[in-house]
T-cell receptor
Framework: GAGVSQSPSNKVTEKGKDVELRCDPI?????LYWYRQSLGQGLEFLIY????????KSGLPSDRFSAERTGGSVSTLTIQRTQQEDSAVYLC????????????FGPGTRLTVT | AQKVTQAQTEISVVEKEDVTLDCVYE???????LFWYKQPPSGELVFLIR??????QNEISGRYSWNFQKSTSSFNFTITASQVVDSAVYFC???????????FGTGTRLTVIP
């Protein structure tokens, strides 16, 4: 079946602009995760959604970052007033339920802030 | 606190050689989960294996094998008869029972030279 998809695959934006990154999880997966992968920082957890529960936002680096998940499926990660340090690959993952643990990752969105 | 250490930053081997990627973890949880992921040049993280802390049985899947030793807090990954297609960055990760995310090591870049 279809895996996790993300769009756009690449995004170049000017410092100070807002960006939206989209994630379509695997159909039927109730848990959805966002991570950031940048040079020197490895893979950092950002936010987690499980069904209709309140999201775990403990990994968001600042209040410029927010995320939504509509209808328990598609998720959008929004970065406001982008900074150069936001440049990274943003990865989305989903799993059947959190307890299944293994997460399946999308191809990522490479964000470059100029 | 959860921590995963992959001390080997980069490894190069000649095709058909065996190679072992090291992973050492730290956790205070008595129940936890360990993972290995592969990130080929295309960028998408590919799930390889999940191991529960209460199951120390080693696992073999084709040319891949994993050695889990609780006594040394290690979960090492061996590729037998390496092939060029094995060239990738390999990540070890850890998750606890109360955690919503995976804690990743910094990864080991494996290059298999033909």
């Amino acid at each position: 079946g279809a895996g996790v998809s993300q769009s756009p695959s690449n995004k170049v934006t000017e410092k100070g602009k807002d960006v939206e990154l989209r994630c379509d999880p695997i159909s039927g997966h109730t848990a959805l995760y966002w991570y950031r992968q940048s040079l020197g920082q490895g893979l950092e957890f950002l936010i987690y959604f499980q069904g209709n529960s309140a999201p775990d936002k403990s990994g968001l680096p600042s209040d410029r970052f927010s995320a939504e998940r509509t209808g328990g499926s598609v998720s959008t990660l929004t970065i406001q007033r982008t900074q150069q340090e936001d440049s990274a690959v943003y990865l989305c993952a989903s799993s059947l339920v959190r307890e299944m643990r293994e997460q399946y990752f999308g191809p990522g969105t490479r964000l470059t802030v100029t | 606190a959860q921590k995963v250490t992959q001390a080997q930053t980069e490894i190069s081997v000649v095709e058909k050689e065996d190679v072992t990627l090291d992973c050492v973890y730290e956790t205070r949880d008595t129940t936890y989960y360990l993972f290995w992921y592969k990130q080929p040049p295309s960028g998408e993280l590919v799930f390889l294996i999940r191991r529960n802390s209460f199951d120390e049985q080693n696992e073999i899947s084709g040319r891949y094998s994993w050695n889990f030793q609780k006594s040394t807090s290690s979960f090492n990954f061996t590729i037998t008869a390496s092939q060029v297609v094995d060239s990738a960055v390999y990540f070890c990760a850890l998750s606890g029972p109360g955690a919503n995310n995976l804690f990743f090591g910094t990864g080991t870049r494996l290059t298999v030279i033909p």
